[in-house]
């Protein structure tokens, strides 16, 4: 129905997002195949909830995140990455990037990409704090750094 009144509003799209990461989370009964396709609704919407907010809003980093998560889901690591990195540039909270980082890592590593992995790994392991810094560690070493 919030469509129905207006389906310009960036927020309602993220929810929809929201419902479908939700319902493949919550669902082990679901098969592989309906969870891709869950998965694919969110990113879609994720991708509406993006087209449709404001530059300067500070809820398109959220936007951001949702849909990388979605894409990393469903094994398009490349937009995935594309957009994890498009969060960080939004970022307003840096202290806080090394999370980013850390599954930018991973998601080169997966995709084959070893020395941007380690890049991102070591940038993860310099902001991190004390208590991740032995996961991050182990993924460098994981990459051989």
């Known amino acids: 129905r919030a469509?129905?009144?207006?389906?310009?509003?960036?927020?309602?799209y993220a929810l929809l997002g929201d419902y479908y990461m939700r319902f493949v989370a919550g669902d082990t009964t679901i098969s592989a195949e309906?969870?891709?396709?869950?998965?694919?609704?969110a990113a879609?919407?994720?991708?509406?909830a993006l087209a449709y907010a404001d530059l300067g809003s500070s809820l398109?980093?959220?936007y951001f995140i949702a849909l990388a998560g979605a894409q990393a889901e469903t094994g398009q690591v490349g937009l995935a990455i594309a957009n994890y990195l498009q969060a960080l540039?939004?970022?307003t909270a840096?202290?806080?990037?090394?999370?980013?980082?850390?599954?930018?890592?991973?998601?080169y590593f997966q995709s084959g990409d070893r020395a941007k992995a380690l890049a991102y790994?070591?940038?993860a392991l310099a902001g991190a704090p004390e208590d991740q810094k032995p996961n991050i560690q182990a993924l460098i070493l994981e990459l051989g750094g």
């Not at 469509?3 to 309602?12: A, G, K, S, V």
């Open 89 to 91: 540039q939004i970022s």
């Open 121 to 123: 790994a070591q940038s």
């Open 34 to 41: 309906q969870r891709q396709q869950a998965m694919l609704q």
């Open 44 to 48: 879609e919407n994720y991708q509406q």
């Open 60 to 62: 398109r980093y959220n």
């Open 94 to 107: 840096p202290s806080e990037n090394w999370r980013i980082e850390e599954v930018v890592a991973r998601l």
């Open 3 to 12: 469509l129905e009144l207006d389906p310009f509003y960036d927020w309602t």
